[in-house]
């Protein structure tokens, strides 16, 4: 079962920020939380993922509570080509991801 | 840096009859993936391999599926006697060895049973 939960939709006016949240409060100590997003009829596309500490890379930032319950996605300024569907993960035994039903995201003109 | 790739990218077939598809990994990474996708749902684990060694299949969805990686790079999933239910996407993924690396997806396999 997923560890993990999203809201089903957002929508985020183009230009601005997009702030993703999910709550993973039954994860573990030494599970990271992974961040993939899906645009239609492609495979998922790896975002990031995090421990413990905030992290930023060339998509996207990520923050992470300090309690770990909870973490937010931010793609700091939208663009119409970021609608998808993006989903917060936690990793299970063996790799294994297990995927939610993720946030699908519309970024409006 | 050629990622993922799977084929063949759409599959039509009857029911009853068997179906196999391709997954060829990025070139260094020895940790390989399957999922299953069915319409409006996340991609759900079916079995991984490291190298040629199935690590886990107990996530395969019945004895009619199947999957091999027989010289640790590229893999098959072959599915027998298909039935509707089996309408899905097919994903495939390949990581590195080391904790936290993260799973590349490629675009994935189609499957419709008529």
């Known amino acids: 079962d997923a560890k993990t939960t999203q809201p089903p939709s957002m929508d985020c006016a183009e230009g601005r920020a997009a702030n993703l949240p999910c709550n993973h409060s039954?994860?573990?100590?030494?599970?990271?939380v992974y961040w993939y997003r899906q645009i239609h009829s492609q495979g998922p596309q790896y975002i990031i993922h995090g421990l413990k500490n905030n992290e930023t890379n060339e998509m996207a930032s990520l923050i992470i509570t300090e309690d770990r319950k909870s973490s937010t996605l931010i793609l700091p300024h939208a663009t119409l080509r970021d609608t998808a569907v993006y989903y917060c993960i936690s990793e299970g035994a063996g790799n294994m991801l297990t995927f939610g039903g993720g946030t699908r995201l519309m970024v409006k003109p | 840096d050629t990622g993922v790739s799977q084929d063949p990218r759409h599959k039509i077939t009857k029911r009853g009859q068997n179906v196999t598809f391709r997954c060829d990994p990025i070139?260094?990474?020895?940790?390989l993936y399957w999922y299953r996708q069915t319409l409006g749902q996340g991609p759900e684990f079916l079995t991984y391999?490291?190298?040629?060694?199935?690590?886990?299949k107990s996530r395969l969805l019945s004895d009619r599926f199947s999957a091999e990686r027989p010289k640790g790079s590229f893999s098959t999933l072959e599915i027998q006697r298909t039935e509707q239910g089996d309408s899905a996407m097919y994903l495939c993924?390949?990581?590195?060895?080391?904790?936290?690396?993260?799973?590349?997806f490629g675009d994935g396999t189609r499957l419709s049973i008529l």
């Open positions: 070139s260094e990474h020895n940790r």
């Open positions: 039954t994860i573990s100590g030494n599970e990271y």
């Open positions: 391999f490291q190298n040629e060694a199935q690590l886990e």
């Open positions: 993924a390949s990581s590195l060895t080391e904790s936290n690396q993260p799973q590349h």
